[in-house]
């Protein structure tokens, strides 16, 4: 038969979307599944069945559109489609702030407030002193204060409506000087320079990529200049021959120019981690100390909190902000409020903050307490008895991850992973669709699991997902 021939047979071969229905009425495991999760799986099938013969895919044939394949199919777009589109995964990476995977953990302490203020009605926006009307703002501004030595806070959905929302209130319609090697650019192509066009303040660029000094922004100040701005560079770093204005330099130059001051700190923190051996990282508290009029900062990463763009400052400059109508369509909800606060007060003992917060907890993770979950992995992966299986113990290095720390090489352990005759790609694409996906790395071949980012009762499932690779892939 000519190949266009076949094509024709096998496309009146596909079975109408009536009879595959008519199938699944006979299975018990589809009872309860909704019509329109049926129909849509149903038409899924048919049609690519359609695409992969148009194709020319040469695993098709008529014996694999028999009813008991046909069924089969269906029922396991089924079960795609009544499976939640967002999913835990387990992250084996060594990427502790992993944009694609979440970004930072939340605490166990923080989970049990906000599943009580998740399933109940809560005083959001309730003054329960006055007995009216109240700010959502007053949740958790008390907190920032306290923390950061700030004179006033407020909080949005993410650090770059921060940025957005500060220069539009302050700098709108007037001149923002910036270093030309502070012009950064965040996750998905998001700019510094494009935040601020949207901003309606107009960019002024100053210095060198390598090198800006005072003098560069004291010669760009004019009547028109409305904010002078220092972006920290929390995911890249300038060597070499460089030099930057710091946060209180510019400071000084905004109090000779009465001009008011903003730092975009990306990241942001609380805590000093040069004190804990780590490369040093500008604290909320040292840019407040400066005197600086508005701060923004993440609540996602380094904080180790709920997606969140925090502002702190001068009283009158963050009343301003939280005036601005744009306000309204950037504010947080009630379960972002409720694990912000929760991580917050964590932080009134850095102790616990270190201990109880995920993202706290894994950067400062010793490297003895790794290297004996790595060991414990290799011996459990090993007891499966697989002759396939080769696994070694590596030394490595993580990462902070989320634009954070980005000269940080953390030392860790992992467990390089190969199976004689699956490629490290095979291993990898299969473990991705585990049941729990467990997302790891390819190097030289191998799927290295990094025990850093894998949490201590995960280590279980990993030896299960394997095993299961295991037995379907055996000959």
Avoid: W
Avoid at 197 to 218: I, W
Avoid at 322 to 332: D, E, G, H, V, Y
Wanted: contains cysteine; aromatic residues 4%.
């Amino acid at each position: 038969m000519e190949p266009n021939q076949q094509r024709q047979a096998l496309l009146r071969r596909i079975p109408g979307v009536d009879h595959i229905l008519e199938l699944l009425k006979g299975e018990g495991s589809c009872a309860n599944v909704p019509k329109t999760v049926k129909l849509s799986s149903a038409r899924r099938v048919a049609e690519t069945l359609r695409n992969r013969i148009l194709a020319g895919d040469s695993e098709i044939s008529i014996e694999s559109m028999a009813d008991p394949e046909i069924l089969e199919q269906t029922k396991t777009a089924i079960r795609q489609a009544s499976t939640p589109n967002l999913r835990r995964t387990i992250n084996a990476t060594g990427v502790v702030v992993h944009t694609n995977l979440g970004r930072s953990l939340l605490s166990a302490d923080v989970l049990q407030n906000l599943e009580t203020i998740a399933s109940r009605y809560s005083n959001l926006e309730f003054d329960l002193a006055a007995g009216k009307r109240g700010s959502r703002y007053s949740a958790v501004e008390d907190l920032i204060c306290e923390l950061s030595g700030a004179e006033a806070a407020m909080v949005v959905n993410n650090n770059a409506a921060a940025v957005l929302l500060c220069l539009e209130t302050i700098a709108r319609g007037r001149k923002v000087i910036v270093s030309r090697g502070e012009l950064v650019e965040i996750g998905g192509s998001f700019r510094i320079p494009d935040v601020m066009a949207k901003s309606g303040a107009t960019l002024l660029e100053v210095g060198t990529t390598n090198r800006t000094h005072p003098k560069d922004y004291e010669r760009a100040i004019d009547h028109e200049t409305g904010l002078l701005l220092k972006v920290h560079t929390s995911n890249y770093n300038v060597v070499g021959f460089t030099a930057e204005v710091d946060l209180a330099e510019l400071v000084e130059l905004g109090t000779k120019y009465q001009l008011p001051v903003m730092e975009d700190l990306g990241s942001g923190t609380f805590v000093d981690f040069s004190q804990y051996g780590l490369i040093k990282e500008p604290t909320v508290q040292a840019s407040v100390k400066t005197g600086a009029d508005i701060i923004t900062f993440s609540g996602d990463k380094l904080l180790g909190g709920p997606q969140a763009g925090i502002i702190v400052g001068q009283k009158a400059i963050v009343d301003k902000v939280k005036q601005n109508p744009i306000t309204r369509a950037l504010r947080i909800d009630k379960m972002t409020l409720a694990a912000l606060e929760g991580t917050l007060r964590l932080y009134r003992d850095e102790t616990k903050a270190l201990d109880a917060i995920p993202t706290l907890r894994m950067l400062l993770m010793p490297l003895n307490t790794i290297a004996v979950r790595a060991q414990q992995l290799a011996e459990e992966l090993s007891g499966l008895g697989d002759p396939r299986l080769e696994l070694q113990v590596l030394n490595h290095t993580s990462k902070a991850g989320g634009g954070s720390l980005p000269l940080l090489k953390l030392p860790t352990k992992g467990v390089a992973i190969r199976i004689k005759g699956l490629s490290a790609n095979t291993v990898e694409s299969a473990l991705r669709q585990n049941a729990i996906p467990i997302i790891g790395r390819i190097e030289d071949d191998a799927f290295l699991v990094d025990l850093r980012t894998v949490q201590e009762d995960e280590l279980e499932l990993i030896v299960e997902a394997f095993k299961a690779l295991l037995e379907r892939t055996a000959t």
